[in-house]
């Protein structure tokens, strides 16, 4: 059975700098029809299991620790029993939403492969909208889910704590210009977009 991508969208608050913003976030399920991964947490458990549906959640991978993509992290682990996964380096952006009382489960690497329902979600470390920002990138789907990185129109934002635009910059074209044009990109909000179409507006 081929692995596929299922997409919800879940609306709520994001909040840092002691600033708060209405959101809507992308969520993004990766698996078949027995089992899956759970890319981000926002909002909502019910709203991001009605995308799951009965299926068995291996993982829940965190592309940042912005609170809009963590907060219901641990309320999915509880319902779940899935680990949660997040760069080390997200630890002050985590601890600004959760303390230090609630951990996550394991950490995730530059190149590290993750497997689910027969396809590979390869890690990327791009720093710059935060410290331990990632992508998955899924050959085999020919996509890459980029959370709050590369947007449909740009890079993700920067200006507030613990982001830099530079470093963002340096690590879109890195790590994700290097990718085939037509990778189909999958936001943490918005529409989707391409690796070709974001290459020609940055560096064009």
Not at 33 to 49: F, G, K, L, R, S
Not at 189 to 200: C, L, S, V, W
């Amino acid at each position: 059975m081929a692995a596929r991508l299922d997409h919800g969208v879940v609306s709520g608050t994001f909040s840092l700098d002691g600033e708060t913003f209405d959101v809507d976030n992308n969520v993004w399920v990766v698996g078949d029809d027995a089992e899956c991964v759970v890319v981000d947490a926002p909002h909502d458990v019910d709203a991001i299991m009605a995308v799951v549906g009965d299926r068995a959640v291996r993982a829940i991978v965190c592309t940042h620790a912005h609170d809009d993509h963590v907060r219901v992290a641990p309320a999915l682990r509880e319902r779940t029993g899935a680990p949660i996964l997040l760069h080390p380096d997200e630890r002050p952006l985590w601890e600004l939403t959760h303390g230090t009382d609630v951990a996550w489960d394991a950490d995730l690497v530059d190149g590290q492969v993750l497997e689910i329902a027969g396809t590979r979600l390869q890690v990327l470390h791009t720093p710059g909208h935060a410290p331990g920002a990632v992508c998955l990138y899924a050959p085999d789907l020919g996509c890459v889910l980029t959370g709050d990185t590369l947007f449909q129109g740009g890079p993700g934002a920067t200006g507030r704590s613990f982001s830099d635009r530079s470093t963002l910059e340096a690590s879109i074209r890195a790590s994700l210009f290097v990718l085939p044009d037509d990778t189909v990109v999958h936001t943490g909000h918005g529409d989707d977009t391409t690796i070709g179409a974001e290459k020609a507006g940055l560096d064009g």
